[in-house]
C-alpha cells in the first residue's frame, strides 16, 4: 500500500502490538505524538485544528484513531463532530471518516445513544449534500466489539475506504483529506447549534468551552439585537443587500464578533451589540476570517483600497 509512511506502519504492526504490552510501547507512544504531528504538517500547521491520536488507554483499542479537531466545535473527541482517520480492528483498512464524539453521548444517553448517533448524522448529511467523489455515506465496519467502536459505526457521516490491497497513492489521501476539511469547514461555518439557552438569554458566552467568533456570530437572538443597533449595511464595503436584491435581501446582514477570544475573562462574558460588533455582507466577513486579526475592521478597509488601487487597467 503505497500511501503515507504512518498509515503503512500502523497497519502492518499494530496486531502484533496488540499482543504485547501496552505501557511504553513505541507504537503506542507514536499515536499519541508522532502520527499527529505528521498529520498537522499535512494541513500546515494551521493553529485552527488540533490533532490528537489514539491507540487506548492502558490498554490497546479495538479501534486505533487520529482525529482532527477544529477549536470552534471541541477540543476533545469525546464530544462535537470531526474528521478522522479510524483503523480496523484486522487492520485490513482504514476510514477517513467525518464522524461524532461518542463518549458524552454514551454518557448522557445510555442505551439510546447509537439512535442519537444515528439522527444527528442523518442530519449532518442532509446539510452537506452532495458528497465529493469517492466519499459515501454507507455504513462503516470497524469489526471491533467494544460499544465505543459500535458507536463511532453509528456516527459516521460520511467516509472513505483505504483497502490495505489496493494501491493508494500519497496525494490521493492528500486530496482526499482536503476535501474533508472542506466538508467540516462548512458544517462549522454553518453550525448553529447551542449547548446553554440561558447563555442565549443573556447574551452571554463560555471561553472556557472555546466558543470562538463563528460560535458568538451564531447566537440568533444576539444576531437580531446587533442587526437593530447597527443596520443592515457592510461597515467594511457599504454593500446593501437590500438595494443589490430588492425584497429578497431585505434586512439581511452579517454580525461579526470584534473582541478577541483571549480577552475574554471570566467563566461568562455578557457581550455589547453595539460595541462589540459589526456588521459585514457576506464576503468581508468570510475575507476578515482570512486575516491575521478578524477584529482589525479597519486592516479589511485599506486592503480593499490597496488592492482597487492596484488592479491592472484594462486594455482598450
Partial sequence: MATLPFFEEILYN??????????????AKNFRSVY?????????????????????????THCPWIAILDKVITVTPQKGYYPVFLFRRDMSGFYLSLNQGVTNVMAYHHLKASDVLRWRA????????????????????????TSTVKNYEHGNICAKYYDINRNTSLSEVQIDLIEMLEMYEYLVYNDTTSTNQDEEKEFAEDPANLRLHFRIERNQKL????????????QVCQFNFLEKYGELGKEFIEAHHLIPISELEGEKVLLDPDLDFSVL?????????????????????EIIDYAANTAPTSLS
Fill in 223 to 234: 444576531v437580531d439585537e446587533v442587526k437593530k443597533v447597527k443596520g443592515y449595511t457592510c
Fill in 281 to 301: 455582507c457576506s464576503n468581508c466577513h468570510r475575507m476578515i476570517h482570512r486575516t491575521e486579526n478578524p477584529s482589525d475592521i479597519k486592516a479589511l478597509k
Fill in 122 to 145: 442523518e442530519d449532518f448529511r442532509k446539510r452537506l449534500g452532495e458528497l465529493p467523489k469517492g466519499f459515501t455515506t454507507q455504513e462503516i465496519e470497524l469489526y471491533g466489539e
Fill in 36 to 60: 499527529p504531528k505528521v498529520l498537522h504538517e499535512l494541513i500546515d500547521f494551521n493553529d485552527r485544528y488540533i490533532v490528537k491520536g489514539s491507540s487506548g488507554k492502558g490498554n490497546w
Fill in 14 to 27: 499494530y496486531e502484533l502490538s496488540a499482543t504485547q504490552k501496552f505501557s511504553g510501547h513505541w507504537l
